[in-house]
């Protein structure tokens, strides 16, 4: 396979994860709608609070076959790639990778934090950035101990989890059946009707003005983040350290031999496929039932999720020679080299469409008319990346972090030489 770098034409980034980047942002926003969208119960079900029609089943399903949980993985194991090359470059320039990492991660939980109280209740950033800095304690660890940790973590923490779901999913399922004893049907009502005063809450704080939504973030959950992060630790977090034994071994360079590379993406991504199919084909029937939706999507297809992960970037990889030439290849390189501009952008445009103070459509498209906004942003992404990369050598946002994150060596650097 051809270099990845010999097509950008640069040795200083690698043009095969600005590749997947790309896409994956992409990706995100096409599970994220549903929680722009509102209220956040539709990321598990496009069933309540009302009953959705056939369209709206196809719309979600679609989604929940190709995208979630995918590309939420796929951002994970590049997101460890990353952290790894980064590391590596900065050591190669004579810097403390790690000591700049941890630096640039601590900046982005503050980005995190005020995406989260300023924009979007679901951000990603403050997670990665938590998640990332425990990853870099992983770093120089061998790959076999690397790869048994991740796995370890991985499979305790949803197996845990699945086990301790599964008495309630099952009472779902038998009162569906009308089969269900008092104390399950009581379980199962105490559950769906915390969903449901969950979405009137939303409902009424998300039609309401700017301020009152931040300061209901500030007094009602001003921890959400450590609590998104401790849920999700478990997932992210070993996906990073799998990103970057693949960055270790080659994986995004494009130095695996193409039989090899193709073999992965055919097999990950076929497996990954049918066993969600295999989940839909379940829950279709009964109408994507919520609490059974929340146990497959936050913890019963993580192994599907991951395999499908691994075959998308696989796919990317095979693909980057020949698609980097294209005229949507090179858009989506520069909408993954602005990933981070790009994603804060997006709930920007998002939250103004759907919350009070802008558009106020909170809660009344259903997932076949939130495909029209997908189509919107991917439009906005990649129309305005790849013009603004001809004029600026970094994003908006990724000038701003890499400036605070350089700031203090380069003050560093300049007093040294002074010295001397």
């Keep these: 396979m051809q270099s990845p770098k010999a097509i950008a034409g640069s040795a200083e980034r690698l043009v095969t994860l600005d590749l997947i980047r790309g896409a994956a942002v992409l990706g995100i926003l096409a599970i994220n709608i549903a929680g722009f969208a509102g209220p956040s119960i539709n990321t598990i079900t496009p069933s309540l609070p009302h009953q959705a029609s056939l369209a709206d089943e196809a719309a979600w399903a679609f989604g929940f076959v190709f995208f979630e949980g995918k590309m939420r993985a796929l951002f994970a194991i590049l997101f460890g790639a990353s952290l790894s090359l980064f590391c590596e470059r900065a050591e190669n320039n004579g810097s403390d990778g790690e000591l700049l990492q941890v630096r640039r ?15 979007w209740w679901g951000d990603i950033l403050f997670v990665y950035a938590a998640c990332g800095i425990v990853a870099l304690l992983t770093r120089q660890l061998s790959t076999r101990l690397t790869l048994i940790l991740a796995l370890a973590i991985l499979a305790s923490t949803h197996v845990w989890a699945i086990m301790a779901a599964l008495p309630i999913v099952h009472a779902e399922e038998a009162v569906r059946l009308g089969t269900a004893t008092l104390a399950q049907q009581q379980s199962v009502t105490a559950r769906l009707d915390l969903y449901w005063d969950e979405s009137a809450r939303e409902l009424a704080l998300y039609t309401s003005s700017y301020l009152d939504i931040v300061t209901a973030k500030l007094h009602d959950d001003p921890f959400w983040l450590f609590t998104m992060a401790s849920s999700t630790y478990g997932e992210i977090l070993p996906l990073m350290m799998l990103g970057m034994v693949l960055h270790r071994h080659g994986f995004f360079a494009g130095t695996w031999p193409a039989r090899r590379m193709k073999a992965v993406a055919t097999f990950c991504s076929f497996a990954g496929l049918v066993l969600t199919l295999a989940a839909l084909n379940w829950a279709w029937p009964r109408h994507f039932p919520p609490i059974a939706m929340y146990m497959m999507i936050s913890h019963g297809l993580v192994v599907p999720h991951v395999l499908t992960a691994i075959g998308y970037a ?7 020679p020949a698609l980097a030439r294209t005229r949507i290849g090179q858009r989506l390189i520069a909408a993954g080299r602005m990933a981070f501009s790009n994603y804060i952008c997006t709930s920007v445009v ?26 919107l942003g991917w439009t906005l992404m990649l129309a305005w990346s790849e013009p603004w990369l001809g004029h600026c050598r970094r994003g908006p946002l990724e000038w701003l ?4 994150v350089m700031r203090k060596l380069l003050d560093n650097r300049r007093n040294s030489a002074i010295l001397n």
């Design 105 to 119: 991660l601590s900046w982005l939980m503050l980005f995190g934090t005020l995406h989260y109280l300023l924009l």
């Design 401 to 404: 972090w890499r400036s605070l």
């Design 350 to 375: 998002m939250t103004a469409i759907f919350y009070g103070w802008g558009f106020d459509l909170f809660g009344r498209v259903g997932p076949a008319g939130q495909s029209l906004f997908v189509a």
């Design 314 to 320: 696989a796919i990317l990889v095979l693909a980057a």
